[in-house]
Antibody
Framework: QVQLVESGGGVVQAGRSLRLSCAAS????????MHWVRQTPGKGLEWVTL????????YYADSVRGRFTISRDNFKNTLYLQMNNLRTEDTALYYCAREDGDYLDYWGQGIPVTVSS | DIQMTQSPSTLSASVGDTVTITCRASQSISRWLAWYQQTAGKAPKVLIYEASSLKNGVPSRFSGSGSGTEFTLTISSLQPDDFATYYCQQYHSYPLTFGGGTKVEI
């Protein structure tokens, strides 16, 4: 069955970096676009970024463009999110999600990221 | 960016009730809309895509309708597992955007 397992979250000071990983299994990872979505109690669900199956296309939310980088390793079946220059407003639960025709059909369990000032 | 507005934000209902949640887009998104259900401590789960297509495995008491800027999610005969928060999401254009959520409570 499809499984997405995030890791790499934690507590970090503002201005520092963190890299999230999402290990995928149960489906042909190299055939699907993947997303990161974050959730906070105050702002709800916020889409963060997308990467196409072959890495040729990447899109970012304005709030993270220039600071976050999405990438993938299709040999390791792993999705990444490199987060630099973190801000307190980046504090959230981060989900990786698989895309099926632009909607998100499978989500990981989420990984918390807390950015302290 | 396309803004998605859900109403109501909270809905009180009983087992067996039929409830309807509305989602409005700030501009036409054709039928590029999905509905998700999120229960406490879990990730969102897709129920409906392309406004009215039921995802495999989702009970038929869930239905979606609409096009353009106005959409509805209807849950017929509410079951105990249906008390959750529901979100709409447009995928007409990037950035993908979500509604603010509707909490269906007892």
């Amino acid at each position: 069955q499809v499984q997405l397992v995030e890791s790499g979250g934690g507590v970090v000071q503002a201005g520092r970096s963190l890299r999230l990983s999402c290990a995928a299994s149960g489906f042909p990872f190299n055939s699907f676009a993947m997303h990161w979505v974050r959730q906070t109690p105050g702002k709800g669900l916020e889409w963060v970024t997308l990467i196409s199956y072959d890495e040729t296309n990447k899109y970012y939310a304005d709030s993270v463009r220039g600071r976050f980088t999405i990438s993938r390793d299709n040999f390791k079946n792993t999705l990444y999110l490199q987060m630099n220059n973190l801000r307190t407003e980046d504090t959230a639960l981060y989900y990786c999600a698989r895309e099926d025709g632009d909607y998100l059909d499978y989500w990981g369990q989420g990984i918390p990221v807390t950015v302290s000032s | 960016d396309i803004q998605m507005t859900q109403s109501p934000s909270t809905l009180s209902a009983s087992v067996g009730d039929t409830v309807t949640i509305t989602c409005r887009a700030s501009q036409s998104i054709s039928r590029w809309l999905a509905w998700y259900q999120q229960t406490a401590g879990k990730a969102p789960k897709v129920l409906i895509y392309e406004a009215s297509s039921l995802k495999n495995g989702v009970p038929s008491r869930f239905s979606g309708s609409g096009s353009g800027t106005e959409f509805t999610l209807t849950i017929s005969s509410l079951q105990p597992d249906d008390f959750a928060t529901y979100y709409c999401q447009q995928y007409h254009s990037y950035p993908l955007t979500f509604g603010g959520g509707t909490k269906v409570e007892i």
